[in-house]
Nanobody, 128 residues
Framework: QVQLVESGGGSVQGGGSLRLSCAASGLRYSSNYVAWFRQAPGKEREGVAIIYTGGGSTYVADSVKGRFTISQGNAKNTVYLQMNSLKPEDTAMYYC?????????????????????WGQGTQVTVSS
């Protein structure tokens, strides 16, 4: 049984930082795509960042590029989202998602429907 557990969310003032963690268990393969998505109230869920745990390739959405970094732990079963220079518009529920590796032409093409497993989410609130 696959489980993805997010942690690290909270409330922070604008300009502050948070580091989200996604701990994965039960994944059959060691190489997967792991992503962070976010959903603000009344808005669609959007992709924030993706990492391929088998080789380290990453993608970060333009809206957070230069402020957010996705990385993985040494054991590959934990993926992090370092969020710096947070803005009120970053306020959302952040979700971790994972799917086994498969050939793709571009990692950034992996959308919501590409991911098989999802966590319950962790809330990030940024005040101005």
């Amino acid at each position: 049984q696959v489980q993805l557990v997010e942690s690290g969310g909270g409330s922070v003032q604008g300009g502050g930082s948070l580091r989200l963690s996604c701990a994965a268990s039960g994944l059959r393969y060691s190489s997967n795509y792991v992503a962070w998505f976010r959903q603000a109230p009344g808005k669609e869920r959007e992709g924030v960042a993706i990492i391929y745990t088998g080789g380290g390739s990453t993608y970060v959405a333009d809206s957070v590029k230069g402020r957010f970094t996705i990385s993985q732990g040494n054991a590959k079963n934990t993926v992090y989202l370092q969020m710096n220079s947070l803005k009120p518009e970053d306020t959302a529920m952040y979700y971790c998602a994972a799917t086994p590796w498969r050939p793709v032409t571009d990692i950034q093409a992996l959308g919501i429907n590409s991911f098989t497993y999802w966590g319950q989410g962790t809330q990030v609130t940024v005040s101005s």
